[in-house]
């Protein structure tokens, strides 16, 4: 049995056109806006001084510096408004962060609630690099060394003076404890030193004097050591050799110095537990420790010292706390 396919052709015309009219416009350019023409003629410069002029002051558009009265006036009020505005936001916000501060010197945070728990220590003349340098025989190599040691004592040897201002009393408190508006007084000259200003603290001499302190810190007390057997060797036979050796140890804390050459004179290591707690008071005088090292030779002098109580600790590390060194060196012909 045989089959035949019929096959249909689309005979309309109309499908055909359509085609042809999308070619035709998708070839087509895209619209562009006609050119305008500009004739105008920019205006020409009449010279520096004249552009100046019209800069300034605009007969023809009663301008001011390009700008009319009321666009200054916009202009200005709204940078008034916008500083003034600044201003108030900084100073309330001033406001509220004086109201967390102790604006008469005293921080938040104090003695065991602070970071600073564990003092350091200074020491004078002050020294590049803890390194000192000086030829005995040419006073003019050390005049910074004697000028930072005068600095240093200034406000020591002024403290009689200063005892006659009704705002700062000075007391002996080895007599009895000082009142709330009352400083314990410092006599250097009871320290038994043989550095005077009058030999230039020694250092005309092989033997340069030095002086130490512990740093402040508000609220800090220390305390005395607990065993004679931890301090050096050299710190116990002082303390043996006072007429207290007990309330030596129990009343002090001392701050004591080593060198790996010469001697060392040390006449008052210890400092009274009664000169604590520094509470920022107008007119303290932190107390010294004399040391003077004793027949240098041109050789360095390396010179160790610590403090030493129960509650400080030595440490080495970012910050030096505990503990200072330095050294001294001379040199030249004697």
């Given at each position: 049995?045989?089959?035949?396919?019929?096959?249909?052709?689309?005979t309309?015309?109309?499908?055909?056109?359509e085609?042809?009219?999308?070619?035709?416009?998708?070839?087509?350019?895209p619209?562009?806006?006609?050119?305008v023409?500009?004739n105008?003629?920019?205006p020409?410069?009449?010279?520096?001084?004249n552009?100046?002029?019209?800069f300034?002051?605009?007969p023809?558009?009663n301008?001011?510096?390009?700008r009319?009265?009321?666009?200054?006036?916009?202009i200005?009020?709204?940078?008034?408004?916008?500083?003034?505005?600044?201003?108030?936001?900084?100073?309330?916000?001033?406001t509220?962060?004086?109201?967390?501060l102790?604006?008469?010197?005293?921080?938040?945070y104090?003695?065991?609630?602070s970071?600073?728990?564990?003092?350091?220590?200074?020491?004078?003349?002050s020294?590049n690099?803890w390194?000192?340098w000086y030829?005995?025989?040419?006073?003019d190599?050390?005049?910074?060394?004697?000028?930072?040691?005068r600095?240093?004592?200034?406000?020591?040897?002024?403290?009689?003076a200063a005892?006659?201002?009704s705002?700062?009393?000075?007391k002996?408190?080895?007599?009895?404890?000082?009142?709330?508006?009352?400083?314990?007084?410092?006599?250097v000259?009871?320290?038994?030193?043989?550095?005077?200003?009058?030999?230039?603290w020694?250092?005309?001499t092989?033997s340069?004097?030095?002086?130490?302190?512990?740093?402040?810190?508000?609220?800090w007390?220390?305390?005395?050591p607990k065993?004679l057997?931890?301090?050096?060797?050299?710190?116990?036979?002082?303390i043996?050799n006072?007429d207290?050796?007990?309330?030596?140890?129990?009343?002090?804390?001392f701050?004591?110095?080593?060198s790996?050459k010469g001697?060392?004179?040390q006449?008052?290591?210890g400092i009274?537990l009664?000169?604590?707690?520094f509470?920022?008071?107008?007119?303290?005088?932190?107390?010294?420790?004399?040391?003077r090292?004793?027949?240098?030779?041109n050789?360095k002098?390396?010179v160790v010292?610590?403090?030493?109580g129960?509650?400080i600790?030595h440490i080495i590390n970012k910050?030096v706390?505990?503990?200072a060194?330095?050294?001294v060196q001379?040199?030249?012909?004697?």
């Amino acid at each position: 049995m045989s089959s035949k396919t019929k096959y249909s052709f689309n005979t309309d015309t109309s499908t055909n056109e359509e085609y042809k009219r999308h070619r035709f416009l998708s070839k087509r350019e895209p619209y562009r806006p006609p050119t305008v023409p500009y004739n105008r003629k920019p205006p020409q410069s009449k010279g520096f001084c004249n552009d100046m002029k019209i800069f300034i002051w605009n007969p023809n558009t009663n301008e001011f510096m390009r700008r009319t009265w009321l666009s200054w006036v916009k202009i200005l009020g709204f940078y008034l408004l916008f500083y003034t505005f600044l201003a108030a936001f900084f100073a309330i916000n001033m406001t509220v962060f004086y109201q967390t501060l102790d604006t008469h010197g005293r921080p938040k945070y104090t003695a065991q609630d602070s970071l600073l728990t564990n003092p350091g220590l200074t020491f004078r003349p002050s020294a590049n690099f803890w390194s000192l340098w000086y030829n005995p025989s040419r006073p003019d190599s050390s005049l910074h060394y004697v000028a930072s040691i005068r600095e240093l004592l200034q406000p020591y040897m002024n403290s009689t003076a200063a005892n006659m201002n009704s705002r700062i009393v000075y007391k002996n408190c080895a007599e009895e404890s000082p009142a709330k508006d009352e400083v314990c007084s410092f006599n250097v000259e009871d320290l038994g030193s043989s550095c005077t200003e009058s030999n230039n603290w020694g250092y005309t001499t092989k033997s340069p004097c030095f002086f130490l302190k512990i740093n402040k810190i508000i609220d800090w007390v220390p305390q005395a050591p607990k065993k004679l057997q931890d301090l050096p060797n050299g710190l116990q036979k002082y303390i043996n050799n006072t007429d207290n050796p007990e309330e030596t140890l129990t009343k002090h804390v001392f701050v004591w110095c080593e060198s790996d050459k010469g001697e060392l004179e040390q006449p008052a290591p210890g400092i009274p537990l009664y000169y604590y707690p520094f509470i920022n008071q107008e007119g303290y005088l932190r107390p010294l420790v004399p040391i003077r090292l004793l027949d240098l030779e041109n050789d360095k002098v390396l010179v160790v010292c610590r403090i030493w109580g129960h509650n400080i600790v030595h440490i080495i590390n970012k910050r030096v706390l505990g503990l200072a060194a330095f050294q001294v060196q001379i040199s030249g012909n004697y």
